[in-house]
Nanobody
Framework: QVQLVESGGGLVQAGGSLRLSCAASGRTFSPYAMGWFRQAPGKEREFVAAIKWSTRTTFSADSVKGRFTISRDNAKNTVYLQMNSLKFEDTAVYYC????????????????WGQGTQVTVSS
């Protein structure tokens, strides 16, 4: 019923910034938490960041802490991922996800997923 659509991906030079957006549609959207995951070629899908919808409490992976910031806009049913100081290692397909259960860095807990948006960081 809920559809998530990511946007904002693209090509950026190392050290640059990019902001990803994830818009929810299809029904009244009120998840427990939303998160971002990413997957590089040949690697497992990994947790990036998550935000609890009600309190805006955020969590992020150590690899992006201090560089990436997750936020939300209730009026637009949208979650954002502001990515600064991008590194080549950040290159991946980024997926938006939502869960009605608990905020944890485990992909299987999330109920809804977007199609992904490619982020490529050049050295």
């Amino acid at each position: 019923q809920v559809q998530l659509v990511e946007s904002g991906g693209g090509l950026v030079q190392a050290g640059g910034s990019l902001r990803l957006s994830c818009a929810a549609s299809g029904r009244t959207f009120s998840p427990y938490a939303m998160g971002w995951f990413r997957q590089a070629p040949g690697k497992e899908r990994e947790f990036v960041a998550a935000i609890k919808w009600s309190t805006r409490t955020t969590f992020s992976a150590d690899s992006v802490k201090g560089r990436f910031t997750i936020s939300r806009d209730n009026a637009k049913n949208t979650v954002y991922l502001q990515m600064n100081s991008l590194k080549f290692e950040d290159t991946a397909v980024y997926y938006c996800a939502a869960t009605n259960r608990i905020i944890v860095p485990v992909a299987t807990i999330y109920d809804y997923w977007g199609q992904g948006t490619q982020v490529t960081v050049s050295s």
